[in-house]
């Protein structure tokens, strides 16, 4: 039942909890630690089946989430009378019996369930400091009886464990009469860098510095080098001693401003939690003590809240470093990371668009596929490409993803030595890409329309291939292939309609430069032909619009109708069209494993109901459009330049065909999906698999194999390609650059007073209140409102229907939010970091798409709920409301 930290047995962690059996660790591994025992938890064992058998505990077991904290409070009450057995009391008193007699003690918990990693309980559990012999058993029943602790219980529940097993163990260790104390992290917890230390230092004990009642001196230590790269004096008022009587007395610090720790005591305190990090083979967050000359560690635990990168992303320290770009939050408008399967398709497609200029080979190429993650390897593009390419291909990222890159001295920090032998030739490969541009793309200047009618041919037929094709029941690895290939051959014929209305855009700029109409020639892309994105807008909201789904109830009787024909002809022809288009699509839509509207017609009803149908935004913005045309017309006519503009602007309307692209490459996900479910079902069926989901954690390769191979075990497969996500699972904010050491790049957010400055995506300005939004339908955007969120992707669209204006925290010029916002001629502005944060419900906010700000305006309360009368449907075309 008491275990001392030099025990020489096998001390588990269900036995003496998370904190004690580090201290034990530590001891053994020779740490200098403050000796101490552990009172286990079958200590406590009679103080347990008291408790559960009184009245208070029946009451705590039956209360509801709001009764929790009364009930908490009956069984703390309850624990007050807890005495300890006189067998007890012996042992604990011959357990102490090799301490001094005028020794002091600290008795804190340490639960099984706290200091490990993924849950610290941080604060919840209680501590006595300076405890003489005769409070002993007092102290220990403050711990014990912090167990149930509204603030403990109600971590657990978040946590998805128990409540009614509350489980403790008890440390009492010898009190160290510090000098100094604080706490230290084995990396940076600012910016993720695991070569850096984090020291936290004050006077006296660590409680002032742990309790946050005072601001600590603050060490930043380089550990590979043993340098200390930042210092900052807090004026620290106070400090706690220990008291030689017992207790603790606080006293004014007579030398508020002076360092608590010495260059070389600090660099001792950051080797002390880089071996911590070494003998527990994670980082680790440690409170240490100074008395005297001798350091001691008092505490250590896993950090909890730090990004892991995927193995093979890690360079040793001191070693050369890589530099690498989120390709996934940046481009596609969503955080989460892809499936084994979905990731290695969306990485085979990607290489496919970029023809040998991008190339997945693992770290030695310039893309980079793991763990549901996509990324673009900086380091390896500068040696491939050249160090001055990279400002050039991420111009149209937001603005904090160039001022992050323009910030960092790439060419110093992170450019490798030699370039990788996989990377040679890879300039002829960019060369190479332009011969289809130089082949295809003339046809389109001459007679832009007859190659967009032959691009069209070109795309349904592909389409009908490859739907052909996946009802063969060919090989899926072979079908993933000629996918692949039909989506290689479509890029070729896209240069045809593509690049002569890029052409023309670049002309239009160059024609009308020095007149003042950067926001006529945005209005100029709203509502372009051949964007699907655009084209399942309009389809939505004609659906939307008929008065049976107005109104039908539910989701529920719109699916009993929809699968008996229960609505009428038109309404059941409209639905199987948009069906046939676009019930591929949807929200993270390019993860094979992410469900299509087709599966969920309750889920699909609700975003149909969810759209304004007395606001038609497409209509609108068709008549921005036409405006716009007709004012850079007579500008063009003023000029001379009429039949030039006219010219131009029939090429330059071609330029909604950019997303056709992954509209077929979507199409092909959900043709794989379909195949996917049908082999995962027989696998389940075979009992490979559990559950025919699995399919989706397995790779191409391993999927073909299983159909080969009849007696292929799955599961372990599934394992192994699940193992290294697991550590990753935390993580909801991917950062946009990191490198291979961990450092975490972010960008400033400018804000002028005048508000806060982002990249002008799409052109006017609106006013009203502010509707955040972290998952596309976890409350209703209403009419009027302006849509705050991270990113988007084309499966948001119904909700864009209803947006006054749209203001994103990550995405260029070209990510989906942003074109579907230009597409719909709503204000927009992108690459405010944080904004989610900063901005709440109901804030009565301004966003000038044209000029690229963000104003916060003061709140007035006639104004929340409904939008300024100069926002929706007032904005002109050159950008005043």
């Known amino acids: 039942m008491i275990l001392p930290f030099s025990t020489v047995g096998a001390a588990t962690l269900d036995q003496v909890g998370g904190k004690a059996h580090s201290l034990i660790d530590a001891t053994r591994a020779g740490f200098r630690v403050p000796p101490g025992v552990v009172l286990g938890v079958d200590f406590f064992r009679p103080w347990l089946e008291e408790i559960e058998s009184c009245e208070a505990w029946a009451g705590f077991l039956g209360s509801a989430e709001e009764e929790l904290r009364q009930s908490c409070e009956s069984v703390k009450a309850r624990c007050s009378a807890l005495q300890l057995t006189p067998t007890h009391r012996d042992a604990l008193d011959g357990a102490l019996r090799t301490f001094p007699e005028d020794a002091l003690f600290a008795v804190r918990s340490s639960s099984p369930e706290e200091d490990l990693e993924g849950s610290s309980f941080a604060g919840g559990y209680e501590t006595s400091l300076g405890v003489t012999r005769d409070r002993l058993e007092t ?22 464990r128990r409540g009614d097993r509350p ?46 009642s005072v601001t600590p001196d603050t060490y930043v230590v380089e550990k590979t080098r043993g340098e200390i790269i930042d210092k900052r004096m807090a004026a620290k008022p106070h400090a706690m001693w220990l008291a030689p009587e017992g207790g603790t007395r606080e006293t004014d610090n007579e030398h508020p401003e002076s360092p608590a720790l010495s260059d070389a005591q600090a660099l001792a305190v950051a080797e002390l939690a880089t071996r911590a990090e070494a003998h527990h083979g994670r980082p680790m967050d440690i409170e240490w003590a100074i008395q005297g000359d001798d350091l001691y560690l008092l505490q250590s ?26 390709v996934i939050v940046l481009s596609q408008g969503f955080s989460d990371s892809l499936s084994v399967l979905g990731g290695q398709y969306w990485g085979r497609m990607v290489e496919a668009v970029k023809q040998g200029t991008m190339i997945d080979r693992g770290m030695d190429g310039t893309l980079l596929n793991t763990c549901g993650r996509q990324y673009f390897h900086l ?5 491939a490409l050249g160090t001055g390419v990279l400002p050039k291909l991420f111009k149209s990222y937001d603005m904090p993803t160039r001022n992050i890159l323009d910030a960092i001295d790439l060419k110093a920090d992170y450019l490798p030595a030699k ?22 793309g003339p046809k389109g200047l001459r007679r832009p329309q007859e190659a967009k009618e032959a691009y069209e041919r070109a795309a349904a037929a592909s389409i009908a291939e490859c739907r052909r094709l996946a009802g063969e029941g060919m090989p899926f690895d072979e079908l993933t292939e000629q996918f692949l290939s039909q989506f290689q051959e ?11 209305s890029m052409l023309a855009r670049w002309r239009l700029g160059r024609l009308f430069r020095g007149d003042d109409v950067k926001d006529l020639l945005v209005s100029l892309e709203m509502d372009l032909e051949g964007n699907p994105t655009s084209e399942m807008g309009h389809l939505l909201y004609e659906l939307a619009s008929y008065h049976e789904i107005q109104e039908t109830a539910d989701g529920a009787e719109f699916a009993r109708k929809i699968e008996s024909g229960g609505y009428s002809s038109a309404l059941m022809d409209a639905y199987r069209t948009y069906l046939d288009r676009f019930g591929c699509r949807g929200i993270k839509e390019i993860d094979m494993a992410t469900p299509r509207a087709y599966e969920d017609l309750p889920g699909f009803f609700d975003q149909l109901k969810a759209i304004d149908v007395s606001n038609d935004t497409i209509k609108t913005a068709h008549q921005r459009r036409s405006k716009a045309h007709e004012e850079l017309l007579a500008i063009a006519t003023k000029k001379g330049k009429r039949k030039k503009f006219e010219r131009l602007a029939k090429q330059h309307r071609m330029a909604g065909f950019r997303e056709a692209p992954k509209y077929f490459f979507i199409v092909t996900v959900d043709l794989l999906r379909r195949r996917a479910l049908e082999l995962g079902t027989r696998f389940v069926e075979e009992g490979r698999l559990e559950d025919p989901g699995q399919i989706f954690d397995l790779r191409i390769d391993e999927i073909a194999r299983a159909e080969r191979e009849p007696n292929l075990e799955l599961l372990p497969l599934v394992l192994k390609n699940l193992a290294p996500r697991r550590k990753l699972e935390h993580v909801k904010s991917w950062p946009r650059v990191i490198d291979s050491r961990g450092r975490i790049f972010r960008a400033t957010q400018d804000d002028t007073g005048d508000g806060l400055i982002g990249d002008p995506i799409a052109p006017g300005v609106v006013r009203g209140p502010a509707k955040v939004l972290h998952e596309p339908y976890e409350k209703p955007l209403e009419k009027g409102e302006i849509l705050v969120t991270r990113a988007s992707d084309p499966g948001w669209t119904p909700i864009f229907l209803n947006a006054a204006g749209v203001v994103l925290e990550v995405g260029g010029a070209l990510q989906h939010g942003a074109i579907i916002a230009r597409e719909y001629g709503l204000p927009c502005v992108s690459g405010l970091d944080g904004v989610t944060d900063k901005i709440h419900d109901g804030q009565m906010i301004e966003v000038d798409g044209s000029n690229g700000v963000v104003r916060l305006l003061a709140q007035d309360p006639e104004q929340v709920g409904s939008a300024d009368k100069t926002s929706r449907g007032k904005c002109t075309p050159d950008g005043t409301s």
């Not at 149930?148 to 529940?157: G, I, M, P, T």
């Not at 040793?316 to 530099?323: F, L, P, T, V, Y």
């Not at 370039?419 to 295809?440: E, F, N, Q, S, Y």
């Not at 479509?490 to 002569?500: D, E, G, K, N, Q």
């Open 301 to 326: 635990r896993p950090i909890t809240a730090y990004l892991p990168l995927p193995e093979e992303m890690v360079t040793r320290a001191g070693e050369e470093k890589n530099i690498y770009l989120d």
């Open 167 to 212: 489980r403790i163990a008890v440390i009492v260790q010898q009190q160290i009469a510090s000098d100094v104390s604080g706490v230290a992290f084995s990396l940076n917890p600012l910016n993720n860098c695991y070569d850096e230390a984090v020291i936290n230092a004050n006077f006296g004990l660590g409680e002032t510095v742990v309790d946050g």
């Open 139 to 160: 102290a220990v029943r403050h711990s014990f009886t912090s167990v149930f602790d509204e603030r403990v219980v109600r971590y657990k529940l978040r946590r998805g």
């Open 379 to 383: 380091s390896n593009m500068m040696s």
């Open 419 to 440: 370039k990788p032998d996989a990377l040679k030739g890879t300039g002829w490969a960019v060369l190479a890409g332009v011969v289809p541009l130089l082949r295809h």
């Open 490 to 500: 479509l890029i070729a014929a896209l240069m045809t309609v593509y690049l002569p």
